[in-house]
T-cell receptor
Framework: QKEVEQDPGPLSVPEGAIVSLNCTYS??????FMWYRQYSRKGPELLMY????GNKEDGRFTAQVDKSSKYISLFIRDSQPSDSATYLCAMKWGGSEKLVFGKGTKLTVNP | GAVVSQHPSWVICKSGTSVKIECRSL??????MFWYRQFPKQSLMLMAT?????????EQGVEKDKFLINHASLTLSTLTVTSAHPEDSSFYIC?????????????FGPGTRLTVL
């Protein structure tokens, strides 16, 4: 079993839809959770960074962490074609510098 | 804030030559920098971790003599691919951590596409 599981998709939605992206993990030591967005041929861009269970909102993006279920989600409201990218979840445990990444989910928002 | 740059953005070289890639944190001091490699449609593969002024720590299976990493200052790390071969063609991405006030998550550069002929 991999430490971090993420459905690679692809996921295709119409403009304006609510998008739900998810990752599960097996290591209960993970304490910090991140979502990155990566456009084709570009480096990942940090979208959300959380370190506790619950929700964190930033504009159209909401990150949700459920440590009891070892499950994290990223919700995108009112999705736009410019949201079309690959979304990577990442996590780390306290005291470690390394990130453990999911495989990434490729999202396409159709106008 | 938290801007990381890489140079060059793309490079083509002949087999057997060496290529240097620079990674700079532009608006913060990076205590740690990381080098990743990414193949098409795959996730990031960590190659090595470097701290300013000390030797890099390489991941298992990464040849330290082939991928030379120097972290000369708190804002600059370099990756040199020595005696490059076509199988070294890939997308190389650096990241940096240590931005004051935001914990120690990683901020990524835009990546360098290396093609070895």
């Amino acid at each position: 079993q991999k430490e971090v599981e993420q459905d690679p998709g692809p996921l295709s939605v119409p403009e304006g839809a609510i998008v739900s992206l998810n990752c599960t993990y097996s290591n209960s030591a993970f304490q910090y959770f991140m979502w990155y967005r990566q456009y084709s041929r570009k480096g990942p861009e940090l979208l959300m960074y959380t370190y506790s269970s619950g929700n964190k909102e930033d504009g159209r993006f909401t990150a949700q962490v459920d440590k009891s279920s070892k499950y994290i989600s990223l919700f995108i409201r009112d999705s736009q074609p410019s949201d079309s990218a690959t979304y990577l979840c990442a996590m780390k445990w306290g005291g470690s510098e390394k990130l453990v990444f999911g495989k990434g989910t490729k999202l396409t928002v159709n106008p | 804030g938290a801007v990381v740059s890489q140079h060059p953005s793309w490079v083509i070289c002949k087999s057997g030559t060496s290529v240097k890639i620079e990674c700079r944190s532009l608006d913060f001091q990076a205590t740690t920098m990381f080098w990743y490699r990414q193949f098409p449609k795959q996730s990031l593969m960590l190659m090595a971790t470097s701290n300013e002024g000390s030797k890099a720590t390489y991941e298992q299976g990464v040849e330290k003599d082939k991928f030379l990493i120097n972290h000369a200052s708190l804002t600059l790390s370099t990756l040199t691919v020595t005696s490059a071969h076509p199988e070294d063609s890939s997308f190389y991405i650096c990241s940096a951590s240590g931005r004051e006030g935001l914990g120690d998550t990683q901020y990524f550069g835009p990546g360098t596409r290396l093609t070895v002929l």
